[in-house]
């Protein structure tokens, strides 16, 4: 079976066709996500939460990515694999290059994301001109939530909203081949993925992006975290893991995920 690439994903944005995407932590989940059709599996630092039961991201270590990124790397035949660069793991630009390098020559990622926007510009550029695929993420931001202060929508005022269309476009000039967008307005949502050659992908951000992502144990109803109102629980109409996960992969590519009680107000 042939690996997704960002050339067939950009090639999906040009054809208007939903992209999928999907966390995985986990040779298991990964065989099913893959066997469901997912596109991309993101190793989400969301592990620190949904795995380790740590009440944020930021406990998690770049030892703890490696190894979860191996474990789905390992086993994946299909889809592109994307490691999350953990908390304080990119403060200076060879602490960065030194994270990636981990995630991608042990753990087998094929893509990192970062979370950030202006002060990452040039970090994402230190990375791209040296062969390393970067996935930026703007919005909601969980590695900030300290000061963000909670975890509510992003960029409702018009002076955040201009400056995450800046951001993006930014990241998109130093390099940024995706981007991930996290709990904004979906009219924000659209318009930069309007902007954005690169493929954008959102959570709780409404229907316009050009894919979708998921912590896969939200969308199975088994998180020990609140479950987000944006997220939709897929076991519960569907009976097995399997089928939940082919049931989420449909309906992003119909569009018919996220409905309007999955959009954010
Ligand atoms: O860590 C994660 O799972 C993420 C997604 C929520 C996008 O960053």
Redesign the pocket.
């Known amino acids: 079976m042939a690996k997704i690439t960002i050339s067939h994903l950009n090639k999906m944005k040009q054809a208007g066709e939903k992209i999928t995407m999907l966390?995985s932590y986990d040779a298991s989940m990964t065989r099913l996500a893959e066997t469901a059709g997912v596109d991309t599996l993101?190793v989400?630092?969301?592990?620190g939460m949904v795995i380790q039961g740590h009440g944020s991201?930021l406990p998690v270590s770049v030892d703890d990515m490696v190894y979860h990124t191996a474990t789905v790397a390992r086993v994946s035949q299909s889809a592109m694999v994307i490691a999350?660069m953990p908390f304080m793991s990119h403060g200076t630009q060879q602490q960065a290059l030194d994270t990636a390098g981990r995630l991608m020559k042990e753990g087998g990622a094929e893509m990192v994301?970062i979370?950030g926007g202006a002060p990452q510009v040039e970090t994402v550029r230190h990375l791209t001109e040296r062969a390393v695929p970067v996935c930026g993420?703007l919005g909601l931001m969980?590695q900030s939530i300290h000061q963000l202060g909670g975890y509510r929508v992003q960029g409702k005022e018009a002076q955040a909203a201009d400056q995450m269309i800046a951001d993006a476009l930014a990241l998109q000039a130093a390099g940024a081949q995706m981007l991930?967008l996290?709990c904004i307005p979906q009219a924000l949502a659209q318009s930069i993925t309007q902007e954005l050659a690169i493929p954008v992908?959102g959570?709780g951000a409404g229907k316009d992006t050009d894919g979708q992502?998921?912590?896969c144990y939200d969308m199975l109803g088994m998180s020990v975290n609140r479950i987000p109102s944006f997220v939709k629980n897929f076991l519960a109409d569907t009976g097995s893991v399997q089928e939940a996960l082919s049931a989420y992969v449909s309906a992003v590519r119909a569009g018919e995920f996220p409905a309007a009680e999955h959009i954010p107000a």
């Not at 989400?44 to 592990?47: A, P, Q, R």
């Open positions: 966390t993101l989400g630092d969301s592990l991201t999350d994301k979370e993420h969980p991930v996290e992908i959570i992502v998921l912590v």
